[in-house]
């Protein structure tokens, strides 16, 4: 992770944690969010910052995000689509058959796009293209910001207690089951998850 970054992680706290977050969300690339959710929980297994706090944060910036984005590409995507910007490319014939598919499919479809890295990013302009209501929206980005932004920040801290810092790894033989255990808690609830969603 870059050292500048770093500095304004430990200087501005929680703001560049929404910020970083929320930017991601919004279309515009930035530095990875595994990364800085990652980091931002070791930081709060170091006592720096609340988790519970660092939690709020990082789910209501992927939430804030992803429904302004959504909601962009909702009332505003046919015209964003005609100006033809270039690095836009949104094949009309996709987002047509996007458009045509079952509730069932948006549901699992979205659900699992959002929990994905680098393609949960294009879910909130394909949701609002396919014109998909508020209300369903709202609650898989909310389930998919709690599983994936929270989920993040809550493995930095789990683990983060066993690094002198985030470079270093410091594990004792009787701490290694314990790290086990969070890992495979988190795969098993992500499992399920995603089971739950294909059966619904």
């Known amino acids: 992770m870059p050292v500048q970054l770093v500095n304004y992680i430990n200087e501005y706290g ?12 919004i279309g515009v690339p930035t530095f990875p969010n595994e990364i800085v959710l990652y980091y931002f929980g070791y930081l709060c297994s170091q006592k720096i910052f609340s ?3 660092a939690i709020a944060v990082a789910i209501s910036a992927d939430f804030i995000g992803a429904t302004l984005l959504y909601t962009t590409f909702y009332f505003l995507g046919s015209s964003i689509l005609k100006l033809k910007i270039p690095f836009i490319k949104i094949p009309l014939h996709k987002i047509e058959k996007l458009q045509t598919k079952s509730l069932h499919s948006h549901r699992q479809t979205i659900f699992l796009s959002r929990v994905t890295p680098f393609i949960r ?11 998909l209501s508020y209300k369903f929206y709202g609650w898989q980005v909310l389930l998919s910001a709690s599983l994936f932004s929270g989920g993040l920040i809550v493995l930095g801290w789990a683990t983060g207690k066993y690094f002198t810092n985030i470079f270093s790894l410091n594990i004792e033989s009787n701490q290694l089951p314990q790290i086990v255990f969070v890992g495979i808690a988190i795969f098993v609830l992500a499992k399920w998850l995603i089971k739950k969603y294909r059966r619904v």
């Open 51 to 53: 988790v519970i706090i």
């Open 121 to 131: 990013g294009y879910v909130s302009v394909f949701a609002g293209l396919s014109q």
């Open 14 to 25: 929680y703001l560049i944690l929404f910020a970083l977050v929320f930017i991601q969300e």
